[in-house]
């Protein structure tokens, strides 16, 4: 069995704050070990359960947070940008047998969710796909069910928790913490939430495993972005259009192609910061 593990550092036990998930603040280094703490509960979990191949993909910011001495030996390790496109779900594919998403957190807009976007909190406002809001739990189900990989596992707050058992029949779900507010939570100790993580990892693999998450190509993609010079940037895409003046709009006719979409709409919109 060959296991993905894509981890996020939002939906970890104990982070609450921004300044806990940004590279160059007081809190950011022992938040790599919160990370990493939870990233060895579920592979020590996969592994329990008879994995042979574990490999987790850093995807948080710049896709370089985890060190790599921190991690389990028995597991591979992807880090580093630029992993395009999207590079949350970097590298998956038909070879794996199931995927895990943790330490993930609520969509964009969603109330009471501790630090809520959609793949970038400084542009994007809303992401919908065929007209349903869409989060990166979603998103990344998508991109890994159209390899045929379904998710098994996800873990965040109680609102990502949600929103991932309502989009992705049978998959186990763990809530780390209870969302208080955007920048503030109730959460369980790290080592109480990495034995749950592994107790449920194995239990997910030991389990049938639900079927991939594959909606019916094709897929209308829309952004909200925050502001109209933003959207001027994502347009210049071929094939995007500009439904509305803070909307970039494009049709894929593949999972692939979606994500190169959500890609190049995401990187140039950044140009439109400050404008």
């Known amino acids: ?27 950011y ?12 509960a579920v592979i020590a979990g996969a592994f329990d359960a008879g994995a042979e191949v574990v490999v987790v993909n850093d995807s948080h910011g710049d896709l370089c947070n985890l060190r790599p001495a921190d991690l389990d030996d028995r597991a591979q390790l992807q880090i580093g940008s630029v ?19 943790i330490g993930y957190h609520a969509m964009a807009g969603t109330a009471g969710a501790v630090l809520e976007h959609s793949f970038s909190s400084a542009t994007v406002a809303d992401l919908r796909v065929n007209g349903a809001s869409w989060g990166e739990t979603e998103f990344n ?23 991932a058992a309502a989009t992705l029949p049978g998959v ?24 749950v993580l592994t107790e449920n990892a194995a239990a997910a693999l030991r389990s049938p495993l639900p079927a991939a998450f594959a909606p019916e190509p094709p897929y209308e993609l829309e952004i909200d972005f925050l502001t109209t010079s933003m959207t001027e940037y994502a347009a210049v895409v071929p094939g995007a259009r500009r ?3 803070r909307t970039v709009a494009a049709t894929a006719t593949s999972t692939e192609e979606l994500n190169r979409y959500l890609a190049s709409f995401l990187d140039l919109a950044v140009h439109g910061l400050g404008i």
């Open 1 to 27: 069995m060959r296991v993905y593990i894509s981890i996020d550092l939002e939906g970890v036990a104990g982070i609450a704050d921004r300044r806990q998930v940004n590279r160059g603040t007081d809190d």
């Open 29 to 40: 280094e022992h938040s790599r070990t919160l990370m990493a703490g939870e990233a060895n």
């Open 83 to 101: 992993k395009r496109p999207n590079g949350m779900t970097y590298g998956i594919d038909t070879g794996f047998d199931a995927a895990m998403f």
């Open 141 to 163: 189900a998508a991109i890994a069910g159209g390899a045929g990989v379904p998710v098994v596992l996800v873990s965040g707050d109680d609102a990502a928790c949600r929103q």
């Open 172 to 195: 186990r779900t763990v809530a780390v913490k209870q969302g208080l507010g955007y920048r503030s939570m109730r959460s369980l100790s790290p080592a109480e939430a990495r034995k």
């Open 243 to 245: 439904p509305r003046p």
